[in-house]
């Protein structure tokens, strides 16, 4: 019986996905309650309720991270993947390098902001500012932000 064996290979690694890690640099993570009915997708930034450790997926507030992909996370026979559900501790990086979502073109150590949607953008008009920069130029799709904490 013959060997099959492998002799071609990707030229290149696939990109990141919303809320995975971008390398083992120096990291703070926090946790933090999730306060909304619908939960808090992977790659989404949060902030303060005002309640204890409470956190939101609504811009406004002070800036508490951005949720980190858990693999441990099931999403049951209703809930969503991908997903912190509500009351659930979601941990969070709040220094460090990470993969999210953009909207629009971003461009290298641009300033992040965050819409009313959700979505990642260096659009400032109308946004709100969080304290990270643009770790590559992208468009539409994924891209490394290095948060620095507050």
């Not at 120096?26 to 009915?37: F, H, K």
């Not at 709100?128 to 904490?149: N, Y």
């Amino acid at each position: 019986m013959p060997i099959t064996v492998q002799d071609t290979y990707l030229t290149d690694y696939a990109q990141g996905f919303p809320g995975m890690l971008a390398d083992g640099n120096t990291q703070s993570r926090p946790t933090g309650q999730v306060a909304d009915a619908a939960g808090i997708q992977f790659g989404r930034a949060t902030f303060g309720t005002g309640t204890g450790k409470q956190i939101t997926a609504t811009p406004g507030g002070k800036f508490k991270g951005i949720t980190i992909a858990d693999v441990g996370i099931v999403g049951g026979l209703s809930g969503a993947v991908d997903t912190y559900h509500q009351n659930a501790s979601a941990s969070l990086l709040d220094m460090g390098n990470i993969w999210v979502a953009v909207t629009g073109a971003v461009t290298k150590d641009a300033a992040v902001y965050v819409t009313a949607a959700g979505a990642f953008t260096a659009t400032s008009t109308g946004n709100t500012a969080i304290p990270a920069t643009f770790l590559d130029a992208a468009t539409d799709t994924v891209a490394r932000i290095r948060v620095v904490q507050q």
